[in-house]
């Protein structure tokens, strides 16, 4: 089965956007919670033929719950449940004229708060889905056919071309591997940071952190030998239909060595074009 996530800035086409893919043959549904999300994919996988794809429009209408989304996409990876995310968005001009034309408030809107500041404070909220997103949109120039058009273009690609997303999990072993993780690397076998004074404090996203343990040799070949790795198993991985690759990188705390060597991964791999994020799971200790 595949679920297809339709998000994006309020009055950029969503509703446009979900019309056609029902006529392309998804099963749709708008306006879904995010606690929803898992039970939905588990559903549409067992009840067959008819609910194969599925199409969700999910936005800042759900309110609090939206903020569990992201939450929700972990529990669908964990039990290999593919997804993706289309996000549509246009520029704040057009949307204040899509939101006048209409005469419709803003799902943001409240007395006193103008239009736009509804759509700068909704482009704050959606920032970071928008980074992993998989098919991006901008509807400003785009009337109802020419975005149907767009969106079937868009979607034929990305299914003959899905490429598989890699998540680098920093962690401290003091708090327990991350059980989501394909592949458990441990980076224990350098130098601690913690142990110098003036680096004790800072984390791994500090630029000293980060050349204390990214600048040593052991480091370096490391991250030559796994990146090696890397690209010898993720085209095999897509062979086997898997979409996502969950990478834990640990040490002891996971605020130093894991965090600036997770980071240098997602780099590495950025750069050989992979579709990638990072979370510091125990940054901030617990």
């Given at each position: 089965m595949e679920v297809l996530i339709v998000t994006g800035m309020s009055g950029a086409g969503k509703t446009e956007a979900l019309k056609c893919l029902e006529d392309l043959g998804y099963?749709?549904?708008?306006?879904?919670?995010?606690?929803?999300?898992?039970?939905?994919?588990?559903?549409?996988?067992?009840l067959g033929r008819k609910f194969e794809r599925v199409a969700l429009v999910m936005d800042?209408?759900?309110?609090?719950?939206?903020e569990e989304l992201f939450s929700e996409l972990e529990l669908l990876r964990s039990k290999t449940i593919p997804y993706r995310i289309v996000f549509?968005?246009?520029?704040?001009?057009?949307?204040?004229r899509r939101f006048s034309e209409t005469r419709r408030m803003h799902p943001l809107?409240?007395?006193?708060?103008?239009?736009?500041?509804a759509i700068a404070e909704e482009r704050e909220l959606l920032s970071e889905l928008r980074e992993v997103a998989d098919i991006f949109i901008d509807t400003s120039n785009l009337n109802i056919h020419q975005l149907a058009d767009v969106i079937r273009k868009e979607i034929q690609l990305s299914e003959k071309k899905q490429m598989m997303k890699v998540t680098i999990v920093s962690f401290g072993y003091k708090y327990g591997i991350?059980?989501?993780?394909?592949?458990?690397?441990?980076?224990?076998?350098?130098?601690n940071p913690y142990w110098v004074e003036e680096l004790r404090e800072l984390d791994g996203?500090?630029?000293r952190v980060r050349k204390f343990v990214i600048?040593?040799?052991?480091?370096?070949e490391f991250l030559e030998k796994f990146v090696d790795l890397i690209t010898f198993l993720?085209?095999?991985?897509?062979?086997e239909r898997k979409t996502y690759l969950t990478i834990g990188i640990g040490c002891t705390g996971g605020k130093h060595r894991s965090v600036a060597l997770a980071e240098e991964i997602r780099r590495i791999l950025s750069n050989n074009k992979l579709i990638t994020q990072v979370i510091h799971r125990d940054i901030e200790g617990k």
């Open positions: 099963y749709a549904i708008d306006n879904l919670p995010a606690p929803l999300l898992e039970k939905i994919a588990e559903l549409s996988s067992a800042v209408r759900g309110g609090r719950s939206f549509l968005d246009a520029s704040d001009e057009v949307l204040v809107e409240s007395p006193g708060k103008r239009v736009v500041e991350p059980l989501d993780a394909d592949i458990i690397l441990d980076a224990r076998f350098l130098p996203l500090d630029e600048e040593k040799k052991d480091s370096q993720i085209p095999r991985y897509e062979e």
